[in-house]
């Protein structure tokens, strides 16, 4: 995944300055489960370039655990109801 710092968020297809998102949060990177699981360099680069709402909402709904094992891909994340919900909403924000 190419980091870039502007453009077009991920999720919310908003204009914005962009921070990445790792879909395996960097916490969890050394743990034996995870570096089994998908190795360090798919977790350095597995992410998302979002804006910072999206990026900060993500850690408000998501444990990193839970975000490391059942939401690691954008499809994961979107089908979750209550972040489905959220970005419908954020897409109409300025």
């Known amino acids: 995944m190419t980091r870039i710092r502007y453009g077009d968020c991920e999720i919310c ?3 914005k300055s962009l921070s990445f998102h790792h879909l395996i949060p960097c916490n969890l990177h050394k743990k ?8 360090k360099e798919e977790m350095k680069t597995r ?4 804006c910072r709402m999206c990026h900060s909402t993500i850690h408000k709904f998501f444990e990193l655990k839970d975000l490391g094992l059942n ?3 954008k499809k994961k994340l ?5 972040f489905a919900n959220y970005v ?3 897409k109409k924000q300025k």
Do not use: A
């Not at 034996?32 to 190795?39: V, Y």
């Not at 992410?47 to 979002?50: A, C, D, E, Q």
């Open 71 to 73: 939401y690691n891909t």
């Open 47 to 50: 992410g998302l370039n979002l």
């Open 13 to 15: 297809g908003r204009e």
């Open 32 to 39: 034996k489960l995870f570096l089994r699981k998908f190795g």
């Open 88 to 90: 419908k909403w954020v």
């Open 78 to 82: 979107m089908e979750n109801e209550k």
